[in-house]
């Protein structure tokens, strides 16, 4: 049972440390760009999808666990896609705002630089989620 666990948590390293592979130039191996909100693969998704997957195949999809892990999976992809996209282009409009107002010397000590991509796209989802369905299938049939 402890792959229910595992896997998940393997999934989503799987997916941060990819970020290097698709993103070789934007990234510095480090641990502020291992636990990068965005980019592609989403590691968020990674996790969630891995943890619906692997609790299908040892519960079963009858499961009531596995109904909750699926549910909460499409919520987390769902703030990936949208919540925090919607967050992302705040934080663009609101640097621009601050850098427009760069005389005022208040707001720049008082304003810190906001991030800016913080959510997914649904391509960068769906990777995610393949790296983590796929982890998860062979470390079942694997254990």
């Given at each position: 049972?402890?792959?229910?666990?595992?896997?998940?948590?393997?999934?989503?390293?799987?997916?941060?440390?990819?970020?290097?592979?698709?993103?070789?130039?934007?990234?510095?191996?480090?641990?502020?760009?291992?636990?990068?909100?965005?980019?592609?693969?989403s590691g968020h998704s990674a996790i969630v999808?891995?943890?619906?997957?692997?609790?299908?195949?040892?519960?079963?999809?009858?499961?009531?666990?596995?109904?909750?892990?699926?549910?909460?999976?499409?919520?987390?992809?769902?703030?990936?896609?949208?919540?925090?996209?919607?967050?992302?282009?705040?934080?663009?409009?609101?640097?621009?705002?601050?850098?427009?107002?760069?005389?005022?010397?208040?707001?720049?000590?008082?304003?810190?630089?906001?991030?800016?991509?913080?959510?997914?796209?649904?391509?960068?989802?769906?990777?995610?989620?393949?790296?983590?369905?796929?982890?998860?299938?062979?470390?079942?049939?694997?254990?």
């Open positions: 049972m402890y792959h229910i666990l595992l896997l998940p948590l393997l999934s989503g390293l799987v997916a941060q440390l990819a970020k290097f592979a698709f993103e070789p130039n934007r990234r510095k191996l480090d641990f502020k760009s291992i636990v990068a909100y965005s980019g592609m693969p999808a891995s943890l619906a997957a692997i609790t299908g195949l040892e519960l079963g999809i009858a499961s009531p666990l596995f109904a909750i892990s699926f549910i909460f999976a499409l919520i987390v992809i769902r703030d990936a896609l949208g919540i925090r996209q919607y967050l992302g282009q705040h934080g663009k409009v609101l640097n621009i705002l601050v850098k427009d107002l760069r005389d005022d010397q208040v707001l720049d000590e008082k304003y810190p630089h906001l991030l800016e991509k913080i959510g997914h796209t649904p391509a960068q989802v769906t990777v995610g989620a393949a790296i983590g369905i796929l982890i998860s299938v062979i470390g079942y049939m694997v254990f």
